[in-house]
Structures are given as structure tokens and as C-alpha cells.
């Protein structure tokens, strides 16, 4: 199989609870951003909750991440988590497939790194029988995930802050 420019330029890394500071890093980068968060909101409970997540799911192979590298240096990253819901007619085994944290360092961004990692991670879920795939946009990523062949959903809801309620 032939290897893509990006594929040979950079280091794509599956990571492991070793990476997990760089998980958990990137982690508040990205929530930083698609938030608009200035540097000085606290993100330690984030943190927190992101490194017992990692820790739990990285070894059940719940989620899998990728971090990307230039010469040693972090420039990216993209992770896949898998869950199961009840079974439709769509999607008989339930499982699906949740695309999230996909990262690219401002330099880096339209080297085709962010479309490589993402393909990376379709085709992690493709090798479980995963049919489904979602994610969250930003605006930025949109152009990205059309490009790869994700459409907008129209019917999905969401219900926030049940604690509140």
C-alpha cells in the first residue's frame, strides 16, 4: 500500500496510558478552542476527569487516540471512542463510533494532517464492524469532515445541564 505525503512527512503515534499527559493536554487545548476560553479558565477538573477517562478507556480499548509528530515535536492529534446502544434497524449490532478531539497545531493546519488522522480513525472503527460514525464541528473542522464524507444530522436533539433541571 502506497503512503501519502503526510503519512511520511510526519509521525502518526497510537497512544497509550504512557501519553497521557499529552492526552490530557491536547485535551484542554482543543476544549480551549472550540470554547473560546481564554488561558486563565480553570480546566483542572477537566483535567482531572480527562485523565481517569484516558486511563480506563485506552486500556479497555474503548478509545483510541493518535497524536501526531514533526521531528519529535507534538503537532496534532484525534481519538475514536466506541460505545453500544440498542440495536436499530440501520445499525443491527448497536455499536457506534464518537470522533473527537482532532487537533492540529495553527502551523500545521491545511497539510492534510488533521484529513490523515481522521482516516486513521475511521479506519480503526471500520476493523470493529463500526457503520456509524459521529462528531461535534466546530466551524473550522466542518470543511474538513464534508470533505471526508460526514453529513449534517438533522433530527438529533440534545438535552443540556440536567442538573439544573
Not at 1 to 12: G, L, P, S, V, W
Not at 27 to 44: F, G, P, Q, Y
Not at 118 to 146: C, F, H, S, W
Amino acid at each position: 500500500m502506497e503512503k501519502d505525503f503526510t503519512e511520511i512527512m510526519y509521525e502518526y503515534k497510537k497512544a497509550t496510558v504512557e501519553d497521557m499527559e499529552e492526552l490530557v493536554r491536547t485535551r484542554t487545548i482543543v476544549l480551549r478552542a472550540a470554547n473560546k476560553l481564554s488561558d486563565d479558565v480553570d480546566m483542572s477538573e477537566v483535567e482531572k476527569q480527562s485523565r481517569e477517562y484516558y486511563k480506563s478507556a485506552l486500556e479497555t480499548g474503548v478509545h483510541i487516540a493518535y497524536l501526531v509528530y514533526d521531528n519529535g515535536k507534538f503537532i496534532g492529534a484525534g481519538g475514536v471512542s466506541f460505545y453500544r446502544v440498542m440495536p436499530t434497524y440501520h445499525n443491527t449490532s448497536g455499536q457506534k463510533a464518537y470522533i473527537m478531539n482532532m487537533y492540529t497545531a495553527p502551523k500545521y493546519r491545511r497539510k492534510g494532517i488533521a484529513y490523515h488522522t481522521l482516516d486513521l480513525l475511521v479506519k480503526e472503527a471500520k476493523k470493529r464492524g463500526i457503520v456509524q460514525i459521529t462528531l461535534e464541528a466546530t466551524q473550522m473542522g466542518r470543511p474538513l469532515y464534508e470533505k471526508y464524507g460526514f453529513v449534517k444530522m438533522e433530527d438529533e436533539m440534545i438535552l443540556e445541564d440536567l442538573l439544573r433541571k
